[in-house]
DNA sequence: AATGAATGAGAATTCATTCAT
DNA sequence: AATGAATGAATTCTCATTCAT
């Protein structure tokens, strides 16, 4: 009798991921429509079916899964990221497939939440600064060191550029979502055009 | 013998004022110290030295005095930015006050929430879009469109620079409040070269 | 110059019983609305317009509405079922034209609730045993007891019968209510013909 | 070896009845002590033992738990009615032992409640009308319906009839409670002599 | 006498977490 | 591993009553 035994998936294991999955999806839903504060555990087990003690299997507490969701995004988007600076030779190479990359990003997510928001219900538009955003940010600020270090870029305040670029792609952005088509190539192409005409005339280091 | 009678001073109306205002204080104190989501009402009420009851005759919930409270710092930022435009006679001179006045408005904030705050405390990221808010940032895309139409500046897509412009004066200016000396000229040096430098290589409207 | 004065008739007295009227009324609809439960005395101060403290000027607590409502309405009927027993030359005639006073009051009283109540607002039937209603019975049982000893009825147990009286002049009433037209005769002459058919039958007592 | 099988009979189920009941049992207690303006939920849960949040897994608010006391009298007495009226073979029979029926149930949930009452203390004399109890009306009113249809009682108003009956049944009821020694015979006794007498005398439908 | 904001005890209710099944 | 009822500390919120104006 042959038995096919790959990498972690018995019956069990799979069920295991699944349910994992389940409680993140349904997280993510319930942060998105009820906001973080009045999130409750029990707005989140209920519908993934599973009884409210099967949460405690998976993670230690409410806050745990808010983490792992927001780990969760940056697991998804930091790849992304990091592919763009791989495929690209420029800086405004870089910049550009990175603004279009989150564009698109922001486009597939939304089109994900939405699908189960009940119309009309509109939480309060609220941010919080994720461990997942610092991570992108650092990714970012980084990005733009090292294209200084290769003399790609003028030598400027990284760190106020990077916030300043995450900023504007992220407020660019949700107006892009409000308008009807959702044009994450024309959004793009104001976002990059505005920083690159921008940097060089920012003031440059005195180093 | 003349005497100033100002509107509604009677000694109750002035306690209700007094009142309202040592709620607004100490929950921003409070959601400063605690973050929103463990921030109670008992908490906030504590420190006004008030009866909790009272608290309701002020507001419905929490969720209430936290928008009275964002509201708030955009309705007293607002009046600045009127005086900003009034006072400049040209695009650049426009935004570069506006800017300044904001990161001076940030500063002094900053520092008054500070006063109560243990040390490492970071203040929680999160924005709520009040309705002051909207209107703050639709005086400044009305700013734009009125400078366009007088030539003083290049007609671009003026919803996605005002929501650019506010976003990235948020972002760079938290990232100012953390460098010490806090260096509200340089951060606003460099936001305005940033914009003014982009804004002419952004695309055109075709109209 | 002349001055008439009445007795208790100065402008604040006018206003005295003009405010403990209102207090009375609304206090007499809220109850009907909400129940004796849920009521509050905000409840009824907001429909009299007077501040919640001038409540306190006329009833120490709510408790004493209540009973002064009891009693009010006992007031009110208590001397028709006083004139119906003075105006009587028998039994019969004794019992017909209270049960008759009784549904027209009944009538009466329903038109009144009903023309402030929000129409479908029905709350849950209830019946409390007032002082009024004590009184009414002790009444009725004395008046039965009166005719017994002028052998104008057969000895039975007075304390049954008028409980009997009174529960099914009660229930038969709400059951007229409901009914349209509303015909107190018929519900009447219904009452009195169980009634007075009924005594003949009963066990006499020993005595 | 036969082993009896009752539906949902897992230990958890047994357990939640229980709760149930003794939840209903505790409730039926603190109102016959403190009455139902005064019963508070936590009154209740105390004598139960279980925790306070417990209550809310089983009944939404104490009205909830004072209906379901309601109606469960009610739907205990109901079986007892329809046997009465499967026993009997006559008009006046069923009537007899309907009432009787009643009184001795009065009776026996009278100690109940009695045992836990501090002496002097009146139990609250309300009433809901709950869905049960509306049953138990129609149950009444058909059972003269079908007696007049066999010829077994003249066609009066029905609906009047079992209404007055109901209310007599009551109010004679709660009398006999207050005499000792309870005689739930002599009372049955009263109330069917002074039906039975009564209906003759009661004006005939026209139909 | 009227006002109505303040009071604060105490009631209702929620909810993360545990644990017996 | 899943279940879901029980727990009870913590929180929100109500409301009769007081009292300075």
Redesign the pocket.
């Known amino acids: 009798m042959s038995q096919v035994v790959l990498l972690s998936s018995g019956k ?1 294991e799979q ?2 991921l699944a ?1 994992r999955r389940a409680i993140l999806d349904a997280a993510r839903e319930v942060f998105a429509e009820l906001g973080h504060e ?6 989140i087990i209920r519908r993934t ?10 993670f ?3 806050d745990e899964v808010f983490e792992a969701l927001a780990d969760d995004g940056a697991a998804r988007f930091r790849p992304i990221l990091r592919a763009c600076w791989e495929a690209s030779n420029s800086f405004e190479g870089y910049l550009r497939a990175a603004i279009q990359a989150y564009f698109d990003f922001m486009a597939d997510e939304h089109e994900a939440w939405q699908s189960h928001r009940p119309a009309g219900e509109k939480h309060p538009h609220m941010r919080v600064q994720t461990p997942e955003m610092e991570r992108v940010f650092e990714e970012v600020r980084d990005a733009f060191l090292q294209a200084m270090e290769h003399d790609a870029a003028p030598r400027v305040d990284a760190d106020y550029l990077a916030a300043a670029c995450i900023a504007m792609a992220r407020e660019v952005g949700d107006k892009m979502l409000e308008r009807r088509p959702i044009d994450t190539a024309a959004a793009a192409d104001f976002a990059v055009k505005l920083i690159m005409g921008g940097i060089p005339a920012l003031p440059r280091l005195s180093t």
């Open positions: 069990r069920t295991k349910n009045s999130a409750t555990v029990r707005d079916g599973l009884a409210s003690g099967t949460f405690y299997n998976y230690r507490s409410l």
